[in-house]
């Protein structure tokens, strides 16, 4: 895991290949029946292996004739990503060893990187700090102003591609997805980061978004629910799931509790000939009819038996899979009538008891029973609200009254998100899960559009805000708090293509939306779906019309499975590589703000791991970087590790394919193509399988005649 890719400046490479203009895109392959298993490829990542560092500058000679320098460096390397790296101290004195004087001024520079100012001495010291090159290579350190002491020669460090789903829901969203489940599938895939991202309006951090009672007081089989200040009211609705045909429910006022209506439900099987069921299931908008069994949940409900004659009533709380069975779901069915059932391994029958015409509140701790009955999985389930069902057997008859349904948890906002995280790292520890996990938040309470923060110190919001806070402002807060927001499923959540006229005017709408708002301030945008609403191709259309206009956003692919399958054996299975240093928290989230970052389908690739580079030599820029006021032809490289014969390199320029190269030959690839960048260009990469599929999208280099709105850690440092 964490695989690793080098690619040295000016693209010399050791293959005896000769690197072909990408008007001719070059593929670097081996003679037939060979193979390499490492490279130098260009860029600012390592393949496990390599040791050598390009040299970026001759060894600078200092002859300051008046004064020594005694410079000690806090580290010997850092790694080649653009931040503030090395603590630089010096010693200054004269030629017989006594210090400076207070105040003086000495200059100091680097062959490579950027060194901030060297304050004035204090006692003949001072110290800075040097900002690290975004390419790797062997740096000097030296002074206009004094002799060195000794020769300072530092290096920075070629990057290693990590690959993390960012976008993946367990036990604590709505679905029958898992925590073990997708851990277990993510360590056998080879993945090196889940950074869960369930939804944050299921922590339930503000105590007026759980779930208020089910009362039917508005006369119907629908109605609302309080709701905050913020978000209103939610509505909840009965569905119908078909079966039994002589059975119903209805809502009138002899069936209630309390206030004015109740639930009836009735059942006749007299023209049976064998026992059957119908289901209904009860269900809320805004995620209220799903909740964790980490967080401790309880039911409650009141029940009056009218009837029961060879029929039966049952309340199901369905619950998710383990992870391990494809289709399993797990029941908790509290029943009325037939008391002949048993336990299974998937279903908990629980009793309701009570006498006939009387009311009966049925109290339950559903984390409590999951922990009696699936000892190894209870705090790692998600339990929903309800499944009301009517049985009968051949002549039977039933009648009962239903009325003040209601879920509640326990451990709610942060508590909750601690317990998520605790669980994770002993289901790590206790199975020998190699991959990290790592806890955002989809934030969720604003409709659309959902947004992902990423960052261990994002609050969790309770969107009881003042009139008009809303998507910019939440990212404000996260950005504030250090972490990082995408964008997410831009065109809906549907998984299905909508019509070509549909999906045109979806990708018109969303350019027009975000760039009126300034893509609201995200960070990242999720463009690596096959299809979600529009097709992979919608999803550039935006992403390139976006970054045409300056709007830097570094692209991501992801999926947003809930149910209990692998993401690889989905579609939308896209996974994002991130070159950084190691699996830090904080190297990600600097090098995703800043570009360093590729997506595309990991079953296409040994492992399921690839390393990308796009560089412009000229500039020492990569992608995800800005090249300010170039003027000439500007050469941009592309190069991967690992390519296979029969696929196809595309050039994309401004969102058009520019040329497109077969790969010859497999193994480690490198290519180049010549633009004018005047007028500023936006040049990423495309690689598509022998089925004309994407398969592996690179983040683009921009071109721009002014350094108006970079930011900075988008320019290049050489």
Not at 409 to 432: I, S, T
Not at 611 to 630: D, F, I, N
Not at 690 to 701: A, F, H, K, M, R
Request: aromatic share 8%.
């Amino acid at each position: 895991m964490g695989i690793s890719a080098w690619f040295p400046a000016g693209i010399a490479v050791d293959w005896g290949v000769v690197v072909i203009p990408l008007l001719l895109l070059a593929c670097a392959g081996q003679p037939s029946g060979e193979r390499r298993e490492d490279s130098d490829l260009p860029g600012d990542t390592a393949l496990e292996g390599d040791s050598e560092v390009a040299e970026t500058a001759e060894v600078p000679v200092s002859t300051g004739p008046t004064c020594r320098l005694h410079i000690t460096p806090s580290a010997a390397a850092a790694p080649a990503d653009g931040r503030p790296a090395i603590t630089v101290r010096v010693r200054a004195t004269d030629l017989d060893g006594a210090a400076l004087p207070d105040g003086t001024v000495v200059r100091l520079h680097a062959s490579s990187g950027a060194l901030e100012p060297l304050p004035p001495l204090q006692g003949g010291e001072a110290s800075t700090r040097l900002h690290s090159a975004t390419r790797p290579g062997r740096v000097w350190v030296g002074s206009p102003d004094c002799a060195l002491a000794q020769q300072v020669e530092l290096v920075f460090t070629p990057l290693a591609a990590w690959s993390a789903q960012l976008h993946i829901h367990g036990s604590l969203s709505e679905g029958t997805g898992t925590m073990r489940g997708f851990s277990r599938a993510a360590d056998e895939d080879g993945l090196d980061l889940l950074w869960w991202t369930d939804h944050d309006l299921l922590y339930h951090n503000n105590p007026d978004l759980s779930l208020s009672t089910l009362d039917w007081e508005e006369g119907g089989l629908s109605g609302t629910i309080a709701g905050t200040a913020a978000l209103g009211p939610s509505e909840w609705t009965v569905s119908d799931l078909g079966g039994l045909e002589r059975a119903e429910l209805v809502v009138n006022p002899f069936a209630a509790a309390r206030g004015g209506y109740g639930l009836r439900a009735s059942v006749t099987g007299e023209d049976l000939r064998s026992p059957d069921t119908r289901r209904w299931r009860i269900h809320a908008k805004n995620l209220s009819s799903a909740r964790g069994t980490l967080g401790g949940v309880q039911i409650s409900f009141k029940v009056r038996r009218q009837m029961a004659l060879g029929a039966q009533l049952r309340v199901v709380v369905p619950l998710s899979s383990n992870g391990g069975r494809a289709g399993a779901e797990r029941r908790i069915v509290f029943h009325d009538g037939d008391t002949r059932e048993r336990d299974t391994a998937d279903t908990l029958w629980v009793a309701i008891g009570g006498g006939s015409g009387e009311w009966t509140e049925v109290v339950a701790d559903i984390s409590a029973l999951a922990d009696a009955n699936w000892p190894d999985d209870e705090r790692d389930l998600s339990a929903g609200l309800v499944d009301v069902e009517l049985a009968a057997n051949p002549g039977g008859r039933g009648a009962w009254d239903l009325d003040d349904f209601r879920f509640s948890q326990r451990v709610v906002g942060d508590d909750l998100r601690d317990a998520q995280r605790d669980l994770l790292d002993e289901y790590a520890a206790a199975n020998g899960i190699d991959t990290r996990s790592w806890v955002g938040a989809e934030l969720s309470g604003f409709g659309e559009p959902h947004l992902n923060a990423f960052g261990s110190d994002t609050l969790l919001f309770d969107y009881d805000r003042p009139a008009g806070w809303g998507p910019a402002d939440a990212v404000a807060e996260v950005h504030a708090s250090g972490g990082l927001v995408s964008y997410n499923h831009m065109f809906g959540v549907e998984m299905e293509a909508f019509t070509d006229a549909e999906r045109a005017e979806l990708v018109h709408d969303q350019v027009e939306l975000l760039a009126a708002n300034n893509r609201f301030g995200v960070d990242l945008l999720e463009v690596g779906y096959r299809h979600r609403g529009g097709l992979i191709g919608d999803f550039l259309e935006v992403w390139d019309a976006l970054s045409i206009r300056g709007l830097y956003t570094t692209g991501i692919g992801t999926s947003d499975v809930h149910n209990d399958t692998s993401w690889a054996t989905t579609a939308n299975n896209f996974v994002t590589w991130v070159a950084a240093a190691e699996l830090d928290e904080a190297e990600l989230l600097w090098n995703l703000r800043r570009g360093a970052a590729w997506f595309g389908d990991p079953r296409k690739f040994r492992e399921g791991e690839v390393s990308v580079s796009v560089l412009v030599p000229a500039a020492g820029a990569s992608q995800g970087q800005v090249v300010v006021g170039m003027q000439g032809p500007a050469q941009v490289t592309f190069a991967a590790s690992e390519l296979e014969l029969g696929w196809t390199v595309r050039a994309i320029v401004d969102g058009e394919e520019l040329e497109r190269t077969p790969v010859l030959a497999s193994g480690p690839f490198v290519g180049d193509v010549t633009i004018d960048p005047r007028g500023g260009k936006v040049v990423r990469f495309e690689v598509l399988d022998g089925q004309e599929d994407g398969i592996l999208y690179s983040n683009p280099v921009y071109f721009s005649d002014t350094d108006e709105g970079v930011p900075a850690e988008r320019l290049p440092r050489p």
